[in-house]
């Protein structure tokens, strides 16, 4: 008993003590390879500066595939997403002829789920068919949602997503609920906006990801929505009615106001609140009335909601705001108060 | 019969002797079991991606955040602070500053470095705190709000800030800290990846005392001059890196730091915010968050985060730390008694049986039980109840599992943060996290102690923390 007590302290120490000294020897080596690395981060990105000036996309290609591949992937495309336009499309252009996309592939099988995620956005520079082919494969094989969503959305920018209802099928319930996933459906906007309506109004769809379809929809800024936002404003799904009133208000449509009016009513707070900062976008006088209403509403975001509105309605809107100030309702008259005092004291 | 004892006598302290080693292999199991799934939760989560990288990633879609700023005569630190936050790396945020009734100039510094004017803004009565004097905007800085209030505690102030935050998600932070640029984004990702479950998220804090700091920022992370803060930087590390990543691996995770961590503001209000007067204010919302979501059988994770870093300034005199010491005991105290009625309760699984049971072992049993085998081992031996040869036997097995816990914890930073620029450092650390199991554990267990009697007194001053300030620390 005494021995093996002793037998363990020891272990246990020349353990602790053992693992130290491996750990500060993997130091060490780390640090003359980060120096290493540190130096052609150096080079590399002299070069990529020193191309925007000369063209020389023979140097250019030449450094580059002298380059360790970790640090093209980092330097080498940190620097690119500074660029737009030409330029960018022009080391592009050398990157590939270097051969840069069949590197960061042959990398996309690690282990470490951050290296395919960044492997993964890098390939969306690279419109090539094994690009494509490799993101569809990570969209439907990748053990992480995360980075199955990140090959979505570099699909969506190379114009070369599968069908939506496919793509939320191989993404998996979990990750339909990140809000990458606003990312992803706002890429689709302008050019796929049927598959953002069929989703939008698919009562089987997950509220979240339908709120998010209709956000992604509003952004076109299209009147054509008006009735869709209109009809999904009373849907049954607090989630699904509350981002189509908000589309609502972003649309700016005067003939949402009649909806506006009504969920204004509805037992959803979050839809009132956002019905009422909506209504405070039209700047119709007819919403006055009604948003006056709602400044004695049981909850305070969606009374300070409705205050801010009528405030934004200008003189009309401060006129009521003021009648309310006045008035002997107590709700009404302390958040009236409250929202014409707002801001920096005289 | 051991050297002519009476039967009852040496029953008596064979069974003491067992209560004590009991909790100790308790207490082992506990650390076990926590080391087994921080290294689990290591080597299964992603490397640290680059800032730029995460703002590409995330920038569209991060939720706004009211980042909550208590202060209680802060004047040393709170300007550094602040400008700190207000340079974070966010795309959509708002620095909310309570000061608490400071006695100091912590106001008057601020309106002076912010240029600070009266303003008006309307906010939700929804959770209680004390009267509110004066409300401040910047005209500097449109991100930047001060509240002015009678002193009512950090919870209160919290409280308040909650009150005056818009944002669906509100991180709280201590005036004396430092948060790194992009700690901000690292700890919205939960929010993003998993909005709907995500309730709150905890990163890492860690001690500023002897690196670099400039314009509010840690220009190099340096390993403080003096033993005691040294001591406390391997301290931390086995707390974040070992402790909240396993917790957090099963969802069992019991402690958001208050001095750095991100919640959903309306789970929060649900619950009543923050416990006014509470030692463990930190503690104790979690652990009603906990209740609050098992109550309602909702889904949800609460999160830690190892990278999101806070810097913050750790005592450097004994007296300071030992009242803190003392305090954070009273709070775990407090917390585990207030909310008893969930420990080993089935309605509330892990966090009854694990997070409940890891208190009950560590914050609760744990001091007492140390402090009486160091008391009662040596008695025994002296009385000739106990050998010599075990006596050596077992403090050299508590003396190097102490060892073995501590440095792998340093592990694990090394493994996943490095933050500790220089190979030297490493050794250091090293050295410390053997030296601090022959005296400063000792002396925290005696501290700890202090603290339950000050609990069983009732005794609820939370005593003054005495700072040096980031400005003295630069200069080091």
Redesign the interface.
């Known amino acids: 008993m ?1 021995a093996a ?2 037998t ?3 272990l ?2 020349v ?3 053992g ?2 000294v491996l ?2 020897a ?3 080596v ?2 003359r390879i980060a120096a290493r690395h540190a130096a052609a981060r150096r080079r590399l990105l002299s070069g990529m500066i020193r191309f925007s000036e000369d063209q020389d996309a023979a140097a250019l290609g030449t450094l580059v595939a002298a380059t360790p591949d970790e640090v093209v992937a ?1 330097a080498g495309f ?1 620097f690119l ?1 500074l660029l737009r336009g030409e330029e960018h499309a022009r080391i592009i252009a050398v990157f590939a002829a270097a051969g840069v996309p069949g590197r960061i592939r042959s990398r996309l099988d690690r282990r ?3 290296q395919r ?2 492997g993964v ?1 890098i390939l969306s520079d690279f419109p090539e068919a094994e690009s494509i082919a490799c993101l569809l494969a990570i969209l439907r094989a990748d053990r992480s949602a ?1 980075v199955r969503i ?1 090959a979505a959305i570099a699909l969506a920018r190379l114009d070369a997503l599968p069908p939506l209802a496919e793509v939320l099928s191989e993404i998996g319930t ?1 990750g339909r ?4 996933m ?2 992803l459906l ?1 890429r689709l906007s302008f050019e796929r906006t049927g598959e953002l309506t069929d989703y939008a109004v698919s009562a089987s769809g997950s509220p ?1 990801l339908r709120a998010a379809a209709i956000e992604a929809l509003s952004r076109t800024g299209e009147p054509r929505w008006l009735g869709l936002f209109s009809r999904l404003a009373h849907d049954a799904a607090p989630e699904v009615a509350t981002a189509a009133v908000g589309a609502l208000g972003k649309l700016g449509h005067p003939g949402a106001l009649p909806t506006l009016v009504a969920a204004m009513s509805g037992p959803n707070w979050e839809a009132r609140a956002e019905a009422a900062e909506a209504a405070g976008r039209l700047e119709m006088p007819a919403a006055i009335a009604p948003l006056s209403d709602l400044l004695e509403d049981e909850i ?2 969606v009374r ?1 909601a409705a ?1 801010k509105a009528l405030r934004r309605l200008g003189p009309e809107g401060e006129a009521a705001l003021g009648a309310l100030a006045a008035g002997p309702l107590p709700r009404s008259q302390r ?1 009236a108060s ?2 014409l ?5 005289a | 019969m051991i050297a002519g004892w009476s039967d009852e006598v040496v029953l008596v302290s064979v069974i003491v002797a067992w209560a004590v080693i009991g909790c100790g292999l308790a207490q082992t199991a506990v650390y076990v079991l926590q080391l087994v799934v921080a290294a689990v939760a290591i080597t299964g989560r992603p490397p640290v991606a680059r800032s730029t990288l995460l703002w590409h990633r995330y920038g569209d879609v991060a939720p706004p955040v009211a980042l909550i700023v208590p202060a209680y005569n802060e004047a040393l630190n709170i300007v550094d602070s602040v400008h700190s936050m207000l340079a974070l790396e966010y795309p959509n945020f708002e620095v909310i500053v309570v000061n608490d009734g400071s006695k100091d100039a912590t106001l008057g510094c601020l309106i002076e470095a912010f240029e600070l004017v009266a303003c008006r803004r309307p906010f939700e009565e929804a959770l209680v705190h004390a009267p509110i004097r004066g409300l401040y905007a910047s005209p500097v800085s449109d991100r930047l709000f001060v509240v002015d209030k009678v002193n009512g505690g950090k919870a209160d102030a919290q409280n308040a800030g909650v009150n005056f935050s818009r944002a669906p998600v509100f991180c709280v932070i201590d005036g004396d800290s430092i948060l790194e640029r992009d700690a901000l984004m690292r700890a919205a990702q939960p929010f993003i990846e998993d909005p709907e479950r995500t309730i709150a998220v905890g990163g890492t804090i860690r001690i500023a005392n002897g690196s670099r700091i400039a314009n509010g920022r840690i220009e190099e992370v340096r390993l403080p001059s003096r033993l005691l803060a040294i001591f406390q930087v391997v301290e931390y590390l086995r707390a974040f890196l070992m402790a909240r990543l396993a917790w957090s691996r099963i969802n069992t995770l019991m402690l958001v730091s208050g001095a750095f961590g991100m919640f959903r503001r309306k789970e929060v209000v649900e619950v009543g915010g923050f416990t006014r007067g509470s030692m463990g204010e930190d503690l104790d919302l979690v652990i009603k968050l906990h209740r609050h979501m098992l109550d309602r059988r909702q889904p949800y994770r609460i999160e830690f985060i190892p990278e999101p870093v806070c810097w913050t300034e750790a005592p450097e005199s004994l007296r300071v730390l030992a009242r803190q010491r003392s305090r954070w005991q009273r709070g775990a105290l407090e917390c585990f008694f207030r909310y008893r009625r969930m420990a080993f309760n089935p309605r509330y699984g892990r966090v009854g049986f694990l997070g409940f049971g890891q208190m009950l072992i560590v914050d609760v049993v744990g001091p007492v039980m140390e402090v009486l085998g160091y008391l009662l081992m040596p008695a025994f031996w002296l009385l000739g109840i106990l050998s010599a040869e075990y006596l050596l036997a077992f403090t050299g097995l508590v003396f190097s599992y102490g060892v073995f816990v501590s440095v792998a914890s340093l592990a694990l930073e090394e493994a996943e943060l490095q933050r500790f620029g220089r190979a030297r450092d490493l050794v250091i650390l090293t050295a410390a996290a053997i030296l601090e199991n022959f005296g400063y554990r000792q002396l925290n267990n005696f501290w700890r102690l202090r603290g339950f009697w000050q609990y069983l007194r009732a005794d609820q001053s939370w005593g003054e923390m005495t700072r040096t300030g980031f400005s003295a620390a630069r200069r080091r």
């Not at chain 1, 609920?177 to 990458?180: G, N, P």
């Not at chain 1, 005092?341 to 004291?345: I, Q, R, S």
């Open positions: 005494l007590i002793w363990s302290s020891v246990l120490c353990l602790a003590l693992t130290m750990l500060v993997r130091r060490l780390q640090r980092d940190e997403s470490r789920e951050a995620l960044l956005e995360e990140a979990g609920l990140s809000r990458r606003i990312d706002r979240f305070w975001a300070y205050g958040t409250l929202v005092g707002e801001g920096l004291a």
